[in-house]
């Protein structure tokens, strides 16, 4: 059975940093575009960034373009995102799964736990 599990969540302040990962088993990353999402306090989950199975071809929302960095190991089975400059508008759950592109798609793998961000003014 597949399972994403995520960490590296926490509290930090606005402007700092954090580094998430997301491990897979029961399944390789190797084969599929990967993607990070978010869900912030009374709102959707909204898709923030992925990446190809390649590492090649990535894509970030407007919002976090430049501050965050998608990035993936397919030996370890791993995606990770490298968050800095953290605003408080980037708190919220944060999730990863299989995306069928690179680019704002509906995930298609079953969600984790999540890892919670909260970032304070």
């Known amino acids: 059975q597949v399972q994403l599990v995520e960490s590296g969540g926490g509290l930090v302040q606005a402007g700092g940093s954090l580094r998430l990962s997301c491990a897979a088993s029961?399944?390789?990353?190797?084969?599929?575009?990967m993607g990070w999402f978010r869900q912030a306090p009374g709102k959707e989950r909204e898709f923030v960034a992925a990446?190809?199975?390649?590492?090649?071809?990535?894509y970030y929302v407007d919002s976090v373009k430049g501050r965050f960095t998608i990035s993936r190991d397919n030996a370890k089975n791993t995606v990770y995102l490298q968050m800095n400059s953290l605003k408080p508008e980037d708190t919220g759950v944060y999730y990863c799964?299989?995306?069928?592109?690179?680019?704002?798609?509906?995930?298609?793998?079953?969600w984790g736990q999540g890892t919670q961000v909260t970032v304070s003014s």
């Open positions: 799964n299989y995306v069928p592109r690179v680019g704002p798609s509906q995930a298609f793998g079953s």
């Open positions: 029961g399944r390789t990353l190797s084969s599929s575009a």
């Open positions: 990446m190809s199975w390649s590492g090649s071809s990535t």
